[in-house]
C-alpha cells in the first residue's frame, strides 16, 4: 500500500500563504486520481483539490482561484499551493489517492473515491 507524507502545515494571518507537500513511498502517477481533503473540527471531511489522471483539476467552489494543485512525478509528490488565506481555511489537511479500476460514478472531491490517505498537516489561519 502507497505510504503518504503530508507537511507544510502550519499558522499563518489571513491573505498569507502556504505550500503543502505529500510525499508517496512509490511511483503514483498511474494513479486514477490523486486530491487534497480537509476537515474542521465537529465537520465533515470535504474535497479541495483534485489532480485526475485523465482530465483537468478540478477545485471546490471554496478554493477557487485561490488553491493550485500541481504533482511532480520525478519527485513522487504532490502539492497545494493555497494564497489568499481565509480563517476558514483552518482545517487538518490530507492528501489522498485512488489506485483502483476508475469508477467513474464516484465524484472526483468524494472521499469514497479514495484508497490510500495520508496523516495530515494542520493549518491554522488567523483573522
Known amino acids: 500500500q502507497v505510504q503518504l507524507v503530508e507537511s507544510g502545515g502550519g499558522s499563518v494571518q489571513a491573505g498569507g500563504s502556504l505550500r503543502l507537500s505529500c510525499a508517496a513511498s512509490?511511483?503514483?502517477?498511474?494513479?486514477?486520481?490523486q486530491a487534497w481533503f480537509r476537515q474542521a473540527p465537529g465537520k465533515l471531511r470535504e474535497g479541495v483539490a483534485a489532480f485526475p489522471r485523465d482530465r483537468n483539476t478540478l477545485y471546490a467552489d471554496s478554493v477557487k482561484g485561490r488553491f493550485t494543485i500541481s504533482r511532480d512525478n520525478a519527485r513522487n509528490t504532490l502539492y497545494l499551493d493555497m494564497n489568499s488565506l481565509k480563517p476558514e481555511d483552518t482545517a487538518m489537511y490530507y492528501c489522498?489517492?485512488?489506485?483502483?479500476?476508475?469508477?467513474?460514478?464516484?465524484?472526483?472531491?468524494?472521499?469514497?473515491?479514495?484508497?490510500?490517505w495520508g496523516q495530515g498537516t494542520q493549518v491554522t489561519v488567523s483573522s
Open positions: 489522498a489517492g485512488d489506485s483502483r479500476p476508475p469508477r467513474a460514478w464516484v465524484p472526483y472531491l468524494s472521499p469514497a473515491l479514495y484508497n490510500y
Open positions: 512509490e511511483d503514483t502517477s498511474s494513479s486514477y486520481c
